[in-house]
């Protein structure tokens, strides 16, 4: 490519909920099997030290959909609803020409389910509007949130978030297959224009409940946490969030259970994944089309004594990444590329502008990764879209959580060096280079008192934790106007795929393994 008139990469964006980096093949675990997204690594990039906006869904998400911090965005938690006046990236490569099309998960509150997409196919299981219906699960009632129910109701059985997840995988694949024909369709050179297919993954979020021939084949394999006890002493917040949500203890049983269906529902969506990666290559598009891989967030699995997200920790914040672009980044070997500097998901939002030639969003906070990863024959990057190469490139994220109880924390990892800020409460601060595990707060130590005087006052320029109290407080009391109106008038959901009762159980025996399991292997 010279200009941007040259042909542009389709996009297929992949996004999983809730997977933790730490349980994939590519990034060093024995035990999943994750043949395809280590193939895709084999073929791009994989990203090292890549940080979500927030370890919680709405937040994060709705940070990578404008490329923005989440107090830019005013979504904090999972009742905040974005502001539909704010464009997203699917607005701004709608706008430089491309169909943009989203199948599954988006985690998007309020009437506007588009979100600058074109098309839609199977919504979310949750309802479109705060204080909707939402549909009963039976024995796996409030497992789906960070509470002790979650461990206790686990182990073999279904959780409707895989059946989600399968409905998803056919709608993608039909989809390009559509698009396919369409394009074989066109006279013998005709362009067809690029497209943005996101694909939302409910897996591997919780339930920690996998069918029973799933997790069969990972019972007595999976190892158990590496660091299982939490630090001591700990922080206020973190001794809070295990009373808050009955953690405190944790039987042995469980935690077995627990990781042996999160690993299985890792497989799962490697699987699914797989079947997406194959209609791409089989319809022909695989040799132009970007590929992104990631996650919202992660999963502590147990590391710590923490489940779930909702911290600071690397199995919470971290995030995988994994980019493909045929032709324009390196791969230079069958694991892959490996990147080790620090990247934002906001970066993503930045290169994925970047390559398709979109223009900049505002108050754009992320960097195109195309100049870091020495991509060749690029254009001239769109005004507005920061393009740092790998000299310039300064190693820092940062991710926030606001809890309403009144916990208001902000995250920085620059270079080694990670920097927790809880507001009214003492910081954490971390060597990852001396301490990967983050055993060892050292915000105390004098030795490090400049590092934290300096992350410190970088973590909170422009973050106003008290305008933010504030803010939320309003939308406390607006959300309760809203929800008394849904429960009241029943608002129709505009995209919402029907979760059922009878999705949900456990303890059932296992049933022959899908043909789903052969593993893609692309020609290119």
């Not at 820092?396 to 109880?405: L, N, P, R, T």
């Amino acid at each position: 490519m010279n200009d941007r008139s040259a042909p542009r990469p389709n996009i297929l964006h992949l996004l999983s909920d809730q997977h933790s980096p730490y349980v994939a093949g590519c990034y060093g675990d024995a035990v999943v099997q994750t043949p395809h997204l280590d193939r895709l690594a084999g073929q791009g990039v994989v990203f090292d030290a890549a940080y979500c906006p927030a370890p919680i869904c709405v937040p994060s998400r709705m940070s990578m959909l404008t490329g923005r911090h989440p107090y830019q965005n005013e979504c904090w938690n999972n009742s905040h609803i974005l502001d539909s006046g704010i464009p997203t990236f699917a607005h701004a490569l709608g706008a430089a020409g491309y169909h943009t099309a989203l199948v599954g998960r988006m985690h998007s509150l309020g009437p506007d389910q588009l979100r600058g997409y074109s098309e839609r196919l199977v919504g979310d299981h949750s309802p479109n509007f705060e204080g909707g219906p939402s549909a009963p699960r039976g024995p796996l009632e409030g497992t789906a949130g960070p509470a002790r129910v979650s461990l206790t109701r686990s182990g073999p059985g279904q959780g409707g978030y895989q059946v989600h997840d399968e409905y998803v995988t056919a709608a993608a694949v039909d989809w390009l297959n559509r698009r396919g024909v369409e394009r074989r369709s066109l006279p013998p050179g005709a362009p067809a224009p690029p497209f943005l297919l996101s694909v939302g993954f409910m897996l591997p979020h919780q339930p920690f409940v996998v069918r029973g021939e799933e997790y069969a084949r990972y019972r007595g394999r999976v190892p158990p946490p590496r660091n299982p006890r939490p630090s001591s002493p700990d922080h206020p917040y973190l001794e809070w969030w295990r009373r808050h949500t009955g953690i405190e203890e944790v039987d042995e049983d469980e935690v077995v259970r627990c990781r042996t269906a999160y690993w299985a529902l890792v497989d799962r969506l490697d699987a699914m994944i797989g079947q997406v990666l194959r209609a791409l290559e089989e319809n022909g598009f695989a040799t132009n089309t970007m590929i992104v891989y990631t996650s919202d967030h992660g999963e502590q699995a147990g590391e710590h004594g923490l489940w779930w997200k909702q911290t600071f920790h690397e199995a919470s914040a971290r995030v995988p990444l994994i980019i493909s672009w045929p032709g324009v980044l390196p791969a230079t070997s069958p694991a892959g590329e490996h990147c080790a500097r620090v990247v934002s998901a906001l970066d993503v939002t930045a290169t994925l502008l970047d390559a398709a030639g979109g223009p900049a969003l505002p108050q754009l906070a992320g960097r195109s990764l195309l100049g870091l990863l020495g991509a060749t024959d690029l254009p001239a990057p769109a005004p507005g879209i920061p393009r740092p190469g790998p000299a310039a490139w300064e190693d820092v994220a940062f991710s926030e959580f606001c809890v309403e109880e009144g916990w208001y924390q902000r995250m920085i990892r620059s270079g080694h060096w990670k920097l927790c800020h809880y507001h009214g409460h003492r910081p954490q601060l971390f060597d990852l280079s001396r301490d990967p595990d983050e055993l060892h707060d050292v915000a105390a130590d004098p030795r490090c008192a400049p590092v934290r005087e300096a992350l410190s006052a970088r973590v909170l320029d422009g973050w106003d934790a008290e305008g933010i109290t504030r803010r939320i407080a309003a939308k406390r009391e607006d959300a309760k106007v809203l929800r008394a109106w849904a429960r009241a008038t029943r608002p129709a959901d505009q995209y919402r795929w029907n979760l059922t009762t009878e999705m949900h159980y456990l303890g059932q025996p296992p049933r022959p393994v899908a043909a789903d399991r052969e593993f893609f292997t692309p020609s290119t």
